[in-house]
């Protein structure tokens, strides 16, 4: 789960990771009335959106008066940003963050995440801030350091003096960054964060370390430890599709593909996933049902899936252990008879109670192609909306 820049600096806040003063606004003359009482004679107007490059489409302003702010707000609020991260139509902009100026020095960038391949949290820094990770671990990789904890012993003061060495930090300023390294550490402990990042981390003229940018993702398999993390969601930057199909219990994400996906076990997802794009074919979603799911569930995936326009045909790939054969043909059929099955569908089923849910597939009189096994499905699903496997 993603949140917004104002969102994860009144988090900072509350783990003592220093930022500087924001104001949140929904329209321009609540933009122009933050200046009065931020105070000061600069400001920055940011945009509030899930997607990261905002600089880069112009969702960042600097503005030196309060009537420059309401110009900048009215510019953005309501717009479409688009930025590297965002698909080519862009996202709406609903909120902007009006953040007090500060004399900077210099720019950093510093992130958390978890190192999948030691099991561990890492945390990444580089002097190269406000320039995207990506770039830098391609161009100059050398330019980013790693730090390594152990989750027993937590973030030890060495450590944090490493990385501040590390960014040629000296006197006060690797006090300051140590003090802050280990309160954002135990941020990304305590709310079970799968991503903390700072682009730019600056170093202002006074030697302090402050957060100029805060981006916040969260294991959403933690959440319920977090009622009060949950209720930051903004369902309205998240994709409609996945958010109603997370609203029943099933792990939905929308693709760009045309061939609908409902498969039972991300490993299965993933595979299916794999096989169509090896035939040539592009999936539309990855769509696990679980093990656990009933046929209403069922019903509603594909309800789901019908709904993106671009789906030409659906192929389900279900090998039952613990879902049942029987329960994804009960909820076939009670899709079909509640929605316009308008696109070909392909079946494969295997496991537990399979020859009963053929039988009922075969029962119904329903309009679907049986596939033998994965390959055959995915081929099968392809040539269906006249490609060539």
Known sequence: MNIHEYQAK??????DVKTLRGIVASN?????EACKELGGSIWVVKAQVHAGGRGKGGGIILCRSPDEVYE???????????????????????????????NISRELYLGIVLDRERD????????EGGVEI???????????????????????????????????????QIKYCVK?????????????????????????????????????????????????????????EEEPLETRANKVGLNYIKLNGEIGCMVNGAGLAMATMDIIKLHGGEPANFLDVGGGADSKQVA?????????????????????GIMRCDFIAEGIITAAKEINMSVPLIVRL????????????????????????????AIKAINSIGGKA
Not at 28 to 32: D, G, N
Not at 120 to 127: E, F, G, Q, R
Not at 307 to 320: H, L, R
Not at 350 to 377: C, F, H, P, R, W
């Open 180 to 236: 802050f390294m280990k309160s954002l550490y135990n941020l990304f402990v305590n709310l079970d964060c799968s991503i903390v990042e700072i682009n730019p981390l600056v170093v202002s003229s006074d030697d302090e370390i402050i957060a100029l940018d805060a981006k916040i993702n969260f294991d959403s398999s933690g959440l319920f430890r977090h009622n009060e993390v949950e209720k930051l969601r903004d369902v309205s």
């Open 120 to 127: 561990l949290p890492v945390i990444m820094a580089s002097t």
């Open 350 to 377: 295997a496991g537990t109670n399979v020859e009963l849910g053929k039988q009922m597939l075969s029962d119904s009189g329903l309009d679907l192609i049986a596939a033998d096994d994965m390959n055959d499905g």
């Open 300 to 320: 509603e995936g594909f309800k789901v899936i019908l709904s993106d326009p671009e789906v030409k045909a659906i192929f389900v790939n279900i090998f039952g």
């Open 134 to 172: 990506e770039e830098v671990a391609n161009k100059n990789p050398e330019k980013i350091l790693k730090v390594h904890i152990d989750p027993i012993t937590g973030l030890g003061d060495w450590q944090a003096r490493k990385i501040a060495f590390g960014l040629g930090l000296e006197g006060n």
């Open 72 to 102: 900048a707000a009215g510019k953005l609020i309501g717009s479409k940003l688009i930025t590297p991260q965002t698909t080519a139509e862009g996202v709406e902009v609903r909120k902007i963050y009006v953040e007090e100026g500060c």
């Open 28 to 32: 321009p003359t609540e933009a122009a």
């Open 10 to 15: 009144g988090l900072f806040a509350q783990y």
